[in-house]
């Protein structure tokens, strides 16, 4: 996820082969017609029984996918929403669903907190209040509860906020493209509507609302924070000021781990470093994660030296963004933990599920054109870890996909074993700290802004692939120079000589067999579905975000982007055996649709929107009334079936 054109640049120079051609080969290697990606949403659909590797993919009919086959499936007897209705300043919820609205902007985190006012009026009220930009999140009953109804109606939730534009968090909707701090207070300010909020939830005479509790609180860019794994006394996180490690930024996706904690992820952190006091040029490996002098227009460096690139003082303060940061939810008073053996880069989730021996396995994806997908394998069995003391995310080894033009892929080890990364990096820390020029030594396979990724029952893993608007330029040959996952090309240019591309994204998925259960080095793998191919049709969405598969063969899809028709962003639901799409929810005018969480027994269901409005009173003043005037606010829904039945039937 992020803003509108905060994920549009590339830092990508390694000229590794792009997922454009290793699809453009397979399509050649089966003599598929030129014109047959445009059948339908699931026309593409590589044979992969006789694949060399993952020989053991979970059997499907493949038939039971082809156009013309869809049925109306049981999965989903929902109305769902037309794309006639899905526009305007409200939501807009299916017939047979309804939807509360709790926690938004700059609400306190318990009821005795400092009461919302919007814009906050001190940096010290918004450090106790909900954050902005609403994002990933994650539903924690209490530990006694699991065996019991009450883990279904009360427990902590984990929520981030990924960013806030100055002109929405200062409330200044006249400054839309020039707002800039005035004050280090005003610095302050936006830094305190970043981060996390931890609130505990109670279900109270059938409606939820936060409560007062001990382990609530908020985590923001100045909360102590902790290191550990290789990179912890790295003198790569040492700064010649001597400064503390402080804060986390740009919160995006998230994930729950199997032992209780949640997984915050930092994306897009190199948009809040500028250059102030003095003359600034980006070494290579700054260059690669999209530092800038002016970075997203902040301005935090004006104020706050920790931010400014150009302050010698602050050397490597920068290293120590791009993680994923494990929280416990239950315990307010431990420092977040940054779990360097994860890699450093634009982490868009941390999605974690226990493989062979019990080995604890992250998948994760990094959001900028051109960038990867990675995933993590701990060292041993996670429980045998945590008996000795050790944390499952600290040892093991990170991987980066690479995807072959005959649907298998291979999971290349970012090891200093490997003599091309032993000869490059002087210690695994500075293989870590620079993660992605690492993945790009070893061959890697860019990607369209990988973004989200869930784990099916049956051990298919989806990914998310918003878009890549610009991601084709020609060279003198008539060549690309790059491309991402996506199988489709185009003869559409933009004024400036590159490609249109894939402007709505698409899903892939893969799945590592039955016996190596996530632990495999070799995967196999298809496309899911393309956003392009929904277009004329009542399934229509574009840049596909968030996404979770549910223990029943339901896939939630919401998108993030530019959408068709009319329509603004949503919330939708697939079958994955016969890929029906149905529209259970959509947005207001100018948001995104962000973090999905449920209950336990799947009957209620936590997601957001983002920036609705895009900050401005004239396009929106929800949850207040339209045309009230009053500044939007990022909120959670809370959304049930009428008859209480499961979320998504």
Known sequence: MGHSGHDDGVSNTSGNKPFEEVLEANVSR??????????????????????????????????DSLPGRHTRSRLMKFEPVPVSEGT???????ADYEYDVLIPWCEPIEPKGPAAQVPPVSSADQAQQIG???????????????????????????????????????????????????????VRISQHAHG?????????????????????????????????????????????????????????????????????????????????KGSWTATDEQARYGFSSSGFGYGWEKFDSRFDLSDADYQNEENRFGWVVEIDPFD???????????????????????????????????????????KFVSADHYKRMMRQGKSPLDEGILYVAKFNDDNTGEWLPLTMDNPDLAGRFADEADMLVHTRIAADIVGATPMDRPEWTTVAPNGD???TLTNNKYRKSLDEGGKWDFDAANPQETEEFNADGTSKGNDNGHIIRWNEGRRAKHTSTTFSWDIFIIAKNTQGTEDVFSDPDGIYADPDGRLFIETDGGQKDGLNNQLLVADTKTKEIRRLFTGVT????????????????????????????????????????????????????????????
């Open 30 to 63: 089966r003599k598929v017609l030129a014109g047959s990606l445009a059948l339908g949403v699931t026309s593409f659909l590589p044979s992969i029984a006789g694949a060399k590797h993952g020989r053991d993919w979970p059997g499907r009919d493949w038939k």
């Open 88 to 94: 305007g300043p409200m939501p807009t919820i299916s």
């Open 132 to 186: 902005i930009g609403h994002d990933g999140m994650a539903f924690f009953p209490f530990p006694g509860d699991k065996k019991s109804d009450k883990a279904n109606r009360r427990g902590m939730l984990a929520i981030n906020h990924e960013f806030g534009s100055n002109h929405h968090v200062f409330g200044r909707p006249d400054e839309y493209y020039s707002a800039l701090p005035n004050s280090m207070e005003e």
């Open 196 to 276: 996390v909020s931890v609130v505990e939830l109670q279900k109270k005479r059938g409606k939820w609302q936060t409560v007062n509790s001990e382990k609530a609180r908020r985590i923001h860019v100045n909360t102590p924070v902790a290191f550990s794994g290789p990179v912890a006394g790295s003198s790569l996180l040492d700064t010649p000021n001597g400064n503390v490690p402080l804060g986390t930024v740009n919160n995006c996706s998230s994930g729950p781990t199997p032992w209780g904690t949640y997984l915050t992820c930092e994306e897009n952190f190199n948009g809040y470093f500028g250059a102030h």
């Open 332 to 374: 307010a008073t431990q420092k977040p933990v940054k779990r360097t053996a994860l890699g450093r880069f634009k982490h868009e989730g941390a999605t974690t599920v226990i493989g062979k021996g019990g080995r604890a396995v992250v998948y994760m994806g990094d959001d900028e054109r051109g960038d990867y997908i990675y």
């Open 461 to 463: 893993v989806y990914c």
């Open 590 to 649: 100018g948001d995104e649709i962000t973090g999905l969480t449920m209950t336990p027994d799947r009957r209620t269901l936590f997601i957001n929107t983002q920036h609705p409005g895009n900050g401005l009173p004239s396009n929106s003043s929800f949850p207040a009334a339209p045309e009230s005037g009053i500044t939007p606010r990022d909120s959670t829904f809370v959304i049930r079936r009428k008859d209480g039945g499961i979320i998504g039937s």
